[in-house]
């Protein structure tokens, strides 16, 4: 399957703690997006790259929460000293292009429960 | 903050019936795209319109586009029991910027 990759799936961790996410996009996006979607909402914006260069971050995005895709392939998405506010599904995403010109392809999302 | 909002937010239909889902927007678009997602998945792409298109067709899939009502609707013919998703409409800039969804409930 070439789709979006995400691991894990599913994490629980304890609040204070640190945890990391991975995406791996379909290998000839340069694009890729992250998400936080909690439930009866909308995925929520929170980053997206064009290759290795961070292009726009949220607002929501405060600092303790960091996204890097180094080599303009797999991207990872860490949450320092979560807090059960955090909960929720992350979901990633690629596109081959501008969004403007084509769709994005979601991963299935990693849920994130902070106890 | 949301640019697309859907209307109704929930639609409980039986197998068979037709599936009308409204999408209203804020600003100017390049294209407005319809997404589906089953419970605790991914999103799955359904359809891009573009702005200089007023309908589109994909199978049991109809959108339209008024970008003078800034709005858009998707329907869905003869609904089965595995259209039972949440439905999104998502307008692009840099990225895909979502409304809070219809939740559609399609009974057997």
């Known amino acids: 399957d070439t789709g979006v990759s995400q691991d894990p799936r599913h994490k629980i961790t304890k609040r204070g703690q640190n945890v990391t996410f991975r995406c791996d996009p379909i290998?000839?996006?340069?694009?890729l997006y992250w998400y936080r979607q909690t439930l009866g909402q909308g995925p929520e914006f929170l980053t997206y790259?064009?290759?290795?260069?961070?292009?726009?971050k949220s607002r929501l995005l405060s600092d303790r929460f960091s996204a890097e895709r180094p080599k303009g392939s797999f991207s990872t998405l860490e949450i320092q000293r979560t807090e059960q506010g955090d909960s929720a599904m992350y979901l990633c995403a690629s596109s081959r292009d501008s969004l403007m010109n084509t769709e994005a392809f979601f991963g299935q999302g990693t849920r994130l429960t902070v106890v | 903050s949301q640019q697309g909002e859907e209307d109704p937010q929930a639609l409980s239909i039986q197998e068979g019936e037709n599936a009308t889902m409204n999408c209203s927007y804020k600003t100017s678009i390049n294209n407005l795209q319809w997404y589906r997602q089953n419970s605790g998945r991914g999103l799955v792409h359904l359809i891009l319109i573009r702005s200089n298109e007023r309908e589109k067709h994909s199978g049991r899939l109809r959108v339209t586009l008024d970008t003078s009502k800034k709005s858009s609707s998707l329907l869905i013919t003869a609904s089965r029991a595995a259209d039972t998703a949440s439905y999104f409409c998502a307008t692009p800039g840099g990225k895909l910027i979502f409304g809070q969804g219809t939740e559609l409930s399609v009974k057997p």
């Open positions: 290998s000839e996006h340069n694009r």
């Open positions: 790259f064009q290759n290795e260069a961070q292009l726009e």
